[in-house]
């Protein structure tokens, strides 16, 4: 961790792009993501695992229409239907995955770090996969890494136009070429504080770390203040990244509870004495934790995906928009990018710490006549 600090986690303040679904789930994207695999969760728990841990099996069978045919119009058909629809059991098939779904949906940051590997209780499990990966990012940024600060040490010991600087340059050019050829597809950050076991997790690391690197700017701290900056138009695409993000997500976790579940039943299965004839036997359970596992999997990755493309618009965000953020501070976007660094550097060391000499004012920007004249 740098002297002047790094936020953490990205999905933080992600997390506000869905606070318009919080305040009404009653959306598309609630009801494909959230209600309905809350809904094939909560019918497929009553119908196959109920029996065998000993509950009463869901019974879907009550569900028929009673027309009475010695009446006519649409009233008395809305009724006979009214009547025979509460035939069924409405709080288990109805609200019961409605409030699931809005559980799920309230804990969508949760369930990100989770699959991020951020979460106490599950970093002694994947210590193995959090070395690896960091040796891997060693292997293949490390050398990177270090000539870069050598670089940015140059100025001050040899100028920028020094031989030596120059080779550096070109080293550092060459690492990159590299570094393209072997890993087209980069799934790990440079960073190796930022390296975490999972893919989701590598996936919003380079989010978060691609302004850094490029303008010293912490994502985390100023991504709220950007996005007031950022016409609305352009961050309903955003949000909707975001919503299918959280939405594979929600899907995955559901796949993989069923299908621990349905692999732990089906292997008791035999075990078990069952009056229920009709309940699936020990293959078929172990055939559909099975085939969930492959769900799950399948909606984890979609989910990487998803990241990936919101962290390209976010990308692009940074790129045309944070000279607005500097002006709402009063300041100047530099024409140099070494400077520009200094200035976001200490401009979050302020807005962190609240010490007034952190605060870049030397490159407060000029004021305009209007200003000068209306002082004078």
Known sequence: MSLLGVSGSLANELGGAVSGFLKNPLTRSFFLYYYLP?????????????????LPALDISGFEFHANPETT????????????????????????????????????????????????????????????????????????????????????????????ALALAAEIQELHVAIEESNADRSLPTDPNRVTPTALGNALAIAEEYPFERYGIDAVLFWPRLRAEVPPELLAGLDGTKGVLDGMLNVTLLAYVFGLEAIVVGLVRPFVKI??????????????????????????????????????????????????????????????????????????????????????????????????DEEE
């Open 73 to 164: 119009g649409l009233t008395q058909l809305l009724t006979d239907l009214a009547v025979s629809f509460f035939s069924l059991n409405v709080i288990l098939l109805l609200f019961a995955p409605l409030a699931v779904g809005g559980l799920t949906g309230m804990l969508n940051l949760q369930i990100t770090k989770f699959f991020e590997g951020l979460l106490p209780i599950e970093k002694p499990f994947l210590r193995r996969w959090l070395q690896r990966n960091k040796q891997l990012s060693e292997k293949l940024y490390g050398p990177l890494d270090r000539k870069r600060k050598e670089y940015l040490r140059a100025p001050r010991e040899m100028g920028k136009d020094g031989d030596q």
């Open 275 to 372: 009056a229920d004839a009709a309940s699936p036997g020990a293959l078929w359970l172990i055939v559909a934790g099975i085939l969930s596992f492959l769900v799950g999997w399948m909606s984890y990755r979609a989910g990487v995906s998803a990241a990936r493309s919101m962290g390209g618009q976010l990308q692009i965000f940074f790129d045309y928009y944070r000279g607005k953020v500097l002006e709402r501070f009063g300041l100047a976007l530099p024409d140099d990018l070494a400077q520009e660094k200094v200035i976001w550097l200490r401009l979050a060391a302020f807005l962190r710490r609240g010490e007034p000499f952190y605060f870049p004012a030397e490159a407060r920007a000029p004021k305009k006549k209007k200003e000068k």
């Open 38 to 54: 809350a809904a094939a969760f909560l019918l497929i728990q009553g119908l196959w695992i109920a029996p065998v841990v000993g």
